[in-house]
């Protein structure tokens, strides 16, 4: 499996916007699906976007609308742009290739005012 590291994670004001990176030291195009994954404190993680190698996304219903996964072949690069982010966002997001089995350090994503 491709090393994935994430970053872009900081702290910003409820409403704000945020884009996560996800880079990897190889091709992602062999991936079938590359997915950011969130955990709170305390709290399980959760899946909140994937994306598929034909491009095709997946959200979870609480990032919906608000969320945008995305990828560059050429930077070898998915990203996360979050928008309209509330505090319950609060969490380190991973990025990460299903099924997993190692993670990351992840980026800390903390909303407050």
């Known amino acids: 499996q491709v090393p994935l590291v994430e970053s872009g994670g900081g702290l910003v004001q409820p409403g704000g916007s945020l884009r996560l990176s996800c880079a990897a030291s190889g091709s992602i195009f062999g991936f079938y699906v590359v997915a950011w994954y969130r955990q709170a404190p305390g709290k399980q993680r959760e899946m909140v976007a994937s994306?598929?190698?034909?491009?095709?996304?997946n959200y979870a219903d609480s990032v919906k609308g608000r969320f945008t996964i995305s990828r560059d072949n050429g930077k070898n690069t998915v990203y996360l742009q979050m928008n309209s982010l509330k505090r319950e966002d609060t969490a380190v997001y991973y990025c990460?290739?299903?099924?997993?089995?190692?993670w990351g350090q992840g980026t800390q994503v903390t909303v407050s005012s």
């Open positions: 990460n290739v299903p099924p997993v089995t190692i």
């Open positions: 994306i598929k190698r034909n491009g095709d996304t």
